[in-house]
């Protein structure tokens, strides 16, 4: 079974630009996360989808962080524009349901400059 | 607010030895616990878990102990083996979300010595 696909690995980008990382959860796996991890720190859920539906976006800076699914399987997140404070590996998950079978990508790193 | 506590940035131990590391909660409305094992340069992955209704569970050489009252968690690994450093990531789930959001810990992260 492949794993949950996520690119780019790495990006550096200067504050007040835009950024946007993409992720491929594994195959029928209804329910996908998106975390951001910063540094020192543990993961924090920044948005939740079942299939193609918001279930939890309370965590979202939604002023500048926006998050899509559409058609239910891979999604993007963007950042628009960054922050020096949105330096962070920005993980995706993905589970059949949900439950907390997470699988995790292995995240892309930003840094903001 | 940090619901989630690791207290212990890092844990050395010896080859064999028995590792133990420990999560404190403050979050009443947690009723599910799990642990995360993460390597460098890769994602989380799933280790062992826990409900409320139970105060241990055990995979193998990890073991996870849960004292409701003190609102602990533990992870015990024996005998440990330098396959197992890595990063540990204590989490918790609310049954106050509507979904399966998890609040981490900081992490701990484990040395063996061979």
């Known amino acids: 079974e492949a794993g949950v696909a996520q690119s780019p690995r790495y990006k550096i980008i200067e504050k007040r630009q835009s950024v946007a990382f993409w992720c491929n959860p594994i195959?029928?796996?209804?329910?996908l996360y998106w975390y951001q991890q910063i540094l020192g720190q543990g993961p924090k859920l920044l948005i939740q989808?079942?299939?193609?539906?918001?279930?939890?976006d309370s965590q979202l800076p939604k002023d500048r962080f926006s998050a899509e699914r559409l058609k239910g399987v891979d999604s993007t997140l963007k950042i628009q524009p960054a922050k020096l404070e949105d330096s962070a590996v920005y993980l995706c998950?993905?589970?059949?349901?949900?439950?907390?079978?997470?699988?995790f990508g292995s995240g892309t790193r930003l840094t903001v400059v | 607010d940090q619901q989630v506590k690791q207290n212990s940035p890092s844990l050395s131990v010896q080859e064999g030895r028995i590792s133990i590391l420990n999560c404190d909660y403050t979050?009443?409305?947690?009723?599910?616990f799990l642990w995360y094992k993460k390597y460098p340069a890769e994602g989380p992955t799933f280790l062992i878990s826990?409900?409320?209704?139970?105060d241990k569970n055990e995979d193998g050489r990890f073991t996870v102990f849960l004292n409701k009252s003190a609102k602990h968690l533990s992870l015990h690994i024996v005998p440990s083996q330098p396959g197992d450093s890595a990063v540990y990531f204590c989490?918790?789930?609310?049954?106050?979300?509507?979904?399966?959001?998890?609040?981490f810990g900081e992490g701990t992260q484990l040395t063996v010595n061979p």
């Open positions: 998950a993905s589970s059949p349901d949900l439950n907390y079978g997470y699988t």
């Open positions: 195959s029928g796996h209804a329910t």
């Open positions: 989808f079942q299939n193609n539906g918001v279930v939890d």
């Open positions: 979050n009443s409305m947690f009723d599910y």
């Open positions: 826990i409900s409320s209704i139970k």
């Open positions: 989490a918790a789930r609310s049954k106050e979300t509507s979904g399966s959001r998890l609040t």
